[in-house]
């Protein structure tokens, strides 16, 4: 038989009529030297995959009959935010995005995407649901304002060993809507 160790879950206060609480996990301040780590990682699996680490908000959704009043536009799902914090007498910090190589089979993939619009059944047809645009991906590199030079941006795909190496593809989005009649 198969034993799985017991699970934690830290979870905020509920709320039936406003938000729920704040989690905040952090590390202290220093007063001199260095702030410590905080790590968040899954363990390492034997023989099977590792666990997953999601990091993400919930869903957003509106139901009339338990909240009644009309949910103000520009209401969504919550925002993830990544961010290293400012120096001010040195560099920013890096942000890496790292994906795991694999001895046997594929590295695994990378895969950034912004949101999609999709049409939905509307709860409430006295509310206007505007169609929205897709997500968009801005690359960015950063300014210099110090007569430095600014960042690079860089586009490489893989070399092959026995295959072929990889190719860069990019494509602009379509229009799938029909011309009106005239």
């Known amino acids: 038989p198969k034993y799985t160790g017991g699970s934690i879950v830290i979870q905020s206060g509920k709320s039936a009529y406003s938000s729920t609480g704040n989690i905040f996990i952090s590390s202290v301040d220093s007063t001199l030297g260095k702030s410590r780590h ?10 099977e995959d590792s666990g997953h680490l999601y990091l993400g908000t919930g869903d957003s959704y509106w139901t009339p009959d338990t909240f009644p009043s009309t949910p103000a536009p520009g209401h969504g799902t919550g925002d993830v935010t990544i961010s290293t914090g400012a120096a001010t007498t040195g560099q920013g910090g890096t942000i890496s995005i790292l994906v795991g190589s694999g001895d046997s089979g594929n590295g695994g993939d990378l895969i950034l995407s912004a949101g999609n619009v999709s049409p939905v059944t509307n709860p409430a047809p006295t509310i206007n649901l505007n169609s929205g645009n897709g997500g968009k991906v801005d690359i960015t590199s950063g300014l210099a304002t110090n007569g430095g030079k600014g960042g690079d941006i860089t586009v490489t795909v893989g070399t092959g060993n026995v295959g072929k190496g ?4 990019i494509t602009a989005g379509e229009t799938t809507a029909t011309a009106a009649p005239s």
Do not use: E
């Open 38 to 47: 905080v790590t968040m990682s899954s363990g390492k699996g034997n023989g």
């Open 166 to 169: 990889g190719k860069v593809s």
